[in-house]
């Protein structure tokens, strides 16, 4: 059983900052694309991240600017740094590992992340 385990979520207030840490197996890790996805209330999962095992990112529209998604392969943890929050990033942010040559996609349990004053 391939576990994510995230953990860096809370309570910030609107302009803060907040880190969010997933770390899982070595192996997974090395052969996967990293990602960070999230779920605001009532609403889709929607992808936030993505970053390659060769460094390649990709930023939704929504964050490009503010968050910042860095690999470390000798910690076998994906981090998402999280500058300038907003409200509307109120969400429950979820950790994600896939290869889809392999045909797998692993999740995390997911942490909270609420923006407010």
């Known amino acids: 059983q391939v576990q994510l385990v995230e953990s860096g979520g809370g309570l910030v207030q609107p302009g803060g900052s907040l880190r969010l840490s997933c770390t899982t197996d070595?192996?997974?890790?090395?052969?996967?694309?990293m990602a960070w996805y999230r779920q605001p209330p009532g609403k889709q999962r929607e992808l936030v991240a993505s970053?390659?095992?060769?460094?390649?990112?990709n930023y939704s529209d929504s964050v490009k600017g503010r968050f910042t998604i860095s690999r470390d392969n000798d910690k076998n943890t994906v981090y998402l740094q999280m500058n300038s929050l907003k409200p509307e990033d109120t969400a429950v942010y979820y950790c994600?590992?896939?290869?889809?040559?392999?045909?797998?996609?692993?999740w995390g349990q997911g942490t909270q992340v609420t923006v407010s004053s």
């Open positions: 994600n590992a896939g290869n889809p040559f392999l045909n797998y996609i692993y």
């Open positions: 070595r192996i997974v890790f090395s052969r996967s694309t």
């Open positions: 970053i390659t095992r060769s460094d390649s990112t």
